[in-house]
Every structure is written in structure tokens, then in C-alpha cells.
């Protein structure tokens, strides 16, 4: 049987699980997923002692959407984060839906999950507020010689068309990058990049 894999980046996390400062292969075999480094560290992560595990997608107007994996083990407080090595979306794909599988199974409902992390869902939000309030204060402000500001019903006009479709657009995106967990296989394909030829 073909063994599902995949490359990731470098991530802090990596080099504190002893597998260096390079890029690591990725791959379930049995019942353990093997994170190999580029020097030949190795370790070996069986699904009993994964407790939960993330998967999510980042998108950006200016690179390619890259694909993550956060792993949480019962020995550690912080997650593992393996992010996709650019060319190798149907092996992340394959092997993001396998171990998806396997844990399903070992530890049941709530045990995976969608998305990114919370900070990264709350920043447009926050980033929207922070324009809208600017925009408030900015057009509160006096006109010349302390006359009320001409613009400030225009301004204010355009702030209750454009404010909502901003807010429209923020939420689609804060919804791909909260963390929730995942019902079954089906609701996962929506956060991978390659979808399986029969789905």
C-alpha cells in the first residue's frame, strides 16, 4: 500500500522536536506518523499519543494559499506545525485525510479540527473595527474655523454602504481561519487542496 507524505517548511516547533532547522518529510505508516529531517533526525508520533489534531488553509492576494497541520501530543503543551512545502498539496491532501482518519477513530468526535488559530481569525475583525473607528473619528472632527465638518453626512453615508460589505467579506474569511472542530470526513475536504477523484 502507497504511503501517504509530504514535505513541510521549517517551523520553530520542528527544531524543538529534535528534527533540526530544515524541511521535514511528513508520512503515516501504521499506526504512527513519522516526521523525518533533512539530516536524518527522525521521530515517530503514534496517533494513540496524538491528542488533536488542526488543519487549515491560509490565503493571501499576493502568494499561493498554503496548507497547515497543527498537532497536538499528550506530552506536550504546544502543537507541532507542519505548513505544506509548495508542489506538494495532493501528498499534504493525502496524508492531512489519512491522519485525519486515524485519529477520528482513536480518539473521536472533537479530536479534529478546522482552521488556524484564534489570533489569526480575530486580526481582520480587529482590523475592520480599527478602520471604522478611525473613520468615526476622523469625520467627527470640527471643519474649518471650528464650523461642523460639510462632508460628515456624506461621509457618514458611505460608511453605512461600505462598513457592511467590508464586514461581509471579514467574516468569510474569519470563518476559514477559526479554530472548530470537523463533523466527519466530508466537512474536512472544504479546508484541503485537493479533493479524492470519487468526492
Not at 3 to 18: D, T
Not at 113 to 124: D, F, I, K
Request: hydrophobic content about 50%; proline content about 7%.
Amino acid at each position: 500500500m502507497d504511503v501517504a507524505s509530504f514535505r513541510a517548511i521549517w517551523h520553530k516547533s520542528l527544531s524543538a522536536a529534535g528534527l533540526g532547522n530544515d524541511r521535514v518529510t511528513v508520512a503515516l505508516e501504521g499506526d504512527a506518523l513519522i516526521l523525518t529531517g533533512a539530516a536524518g533526525a527522525r521521530r515517530a508520533l503514534p496517533v494513540a499519543e496524538i491528542s488533536r489534531i488542526r488543519i487549515g488553509y491560509a490565503r493571501s492576494r499576493y502568494q499561493p494559499t498554503s496548507y497547515w497541520l497543527r498537532i497536538w501530543r499528550a506530552d506536550a503543551p504546544d502543537p507541532l506545525v507542519l505548513c505544506a512545502v509548495r508542489g506538494d498539496e495532493q501528498g499534504f491532501a493525502d496524508g492531512a485525510r489519512a491522519l485525519a482518519d486515524a485519529v477520528w477513530a482513536a480518539h473521536g468526535a472533537g479530536s479534529v479540527e478546522s482552521g488556524l488559530t484564534t489570533a489569526t481569525a480575530m486580526s481582520p475583525v480587529l482590523m475592520m473595527l480599527g478602520v471604522a473607528v478611525a473613520a468615526l473619528l476622523l469625520f467627527s472632527l470640527p471643519g474649518r474655523h471650528g464650523h461642523p465638518n460639510p462632508h460628515a453626512n456624506d461621509f457618514l453615508i458611505a460608511d453605512a454602504v461600505v462598513l457592511p460589505l467590508g464586514a461581509v467579506l471579514v467574516w468569510f474569511v474569519a470563518r476559514s481561519a477559526r479554530p472548530r472542530p470537523l463533523s466527519g470526513p466530508r466537512e474536512l475536504e472544504a479546508f484541503l487542496p485537493v479533493r479524492p477523484a470519487d468526492v
